[in-house]
């Protein structure tokens, strides 16, 4: 599933000013660009500075067509919170699906559009195996979220804000596979910032930070000074060494198994050298996209 916040990202994190050269345009720092930055400069560099297209997989659209389907679920009284209603909402999202460029590019056929939507809907109809939404009291579905955290401008899209009984819970939808448990506390680190951004905003601390794997499991943390510290300061790092690559304009290459799913391959000699490698040690998944670039370029 696309991050919503990557849905913020394209109109608004680029503005430079043309008048001056050393303006990379870079206003503020989503999870997402963040999470880019920190698995590899370079790729970060490809997307958000050159602005060469990353259009999302069938997967990660499909969930992006879950997550709209949720969020419209959520702002219904909570008795319409049905899957019937689900149902009836997908049906009316769907149009705008079909007419999606991203969507049109996969270049379905039928049996392949309807595994798509089944995709879609087993993530949809996973959320009842996690809670029942219709007990879920919503404060906010889709919140913007626009804060300076440890002097980083930080903004991003909560996908649900709500209310329990000890006070606010920061809610995202995840479609993927849930990560093993030794990556799960990294994965949380997306809900604790925009925890500290809801803090810094309304004034008053969540108590959790949540992440709904649908269909699968739910992984959550308190949202405590520490766990906040924490991640503030990896967001300050990160701001700091990106700000630094980007004066510099040298932009280090971090290679490692994500080349081989990298859509940028072709263009960087040390993946293809790293997924070369990889591959001669079997140690390539054979649908990885990246060994046709390897192919192509041998
Ligand atoms: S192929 Fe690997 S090293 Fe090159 S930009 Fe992509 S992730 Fe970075």
Do not use: N
């Amino acid at each position: 599933m696309e991050d919503a916040d990557e849905l913020l990202e394209e109109p608004l994190d680029l503005i430079a000013d043309p008048e001056d050269p050393s303006d990379t345009g870079v206003r503020y720092l989503s999870p997402s660009s963040a999470g880019s930055f920190e698995q590899c400069p370079q790729r970060w560099k490809f997307r958000y500075l050159d602005r060469l297209p990353d259009p999302p997989g069938e997967a990660a659209l499909a969930g992006t067509f879950a997550h709209r389907v949720l969020e419209v679920l959520l702002q219904l009284p909570s008795a319409d919170r049905t899957p019937e209603q689900a149902k009836a909402i997908a049906r009316d999202e769907w149009p705008s699906m079909e007419s999606d460029p991203d969507f049109a590019q996969l270049s379905l056929d039928d049996a392949q559009a309807r595994r798509f939507r089944w995709v879609a809907w087993s993530a949809i109809e996973g959320l009842w195996r996690l809670e029942d939404p219709a007990r879920v009291q919503v404060q906010a579905t889709e919140q913007v979220v626009d804060a300076t955290l440890g002097g980083v401008p930080f903004r991003g899209i909560v996908d649900r804000l709500d209310i329990e009984t000890d006070g606010m819970v920061v809610t995202d939808y995840k479609s993927g596979r849930v990560p093993r448990p030794r990556y799960r506390h990294g994965r949380l680190s997306q809900v604790l910032l925009y925890a500290a951004a809801v803090t810094e905003m309304l004034g008053e601390a969540p108590r959790r930070a949540r992440l709904l794997y649908l269909g699968q499991r739910t992984i959550e943390t308190d949202v405590t000074e520490e766990a906040v510290a924490e991640v503030v300061d990896a967001l300050t790092t990160t701001w700091r060494d990106l700000q630094s690559s980007c004066a510099s304009t040298a932009f280090e290459t971090r290679t490692g198994p994500l080349c081989a799913w990298c859509p940028y391959l072709d263009q960087c000699p040390a993946g293809i050298g790293e997924v070369t490698t990889r591959h001669e040690r079997g140690a390539v998944r054979l649908d990885a996209p990246g060994l046709a670039v390897v192919a192509a370029a041998s």
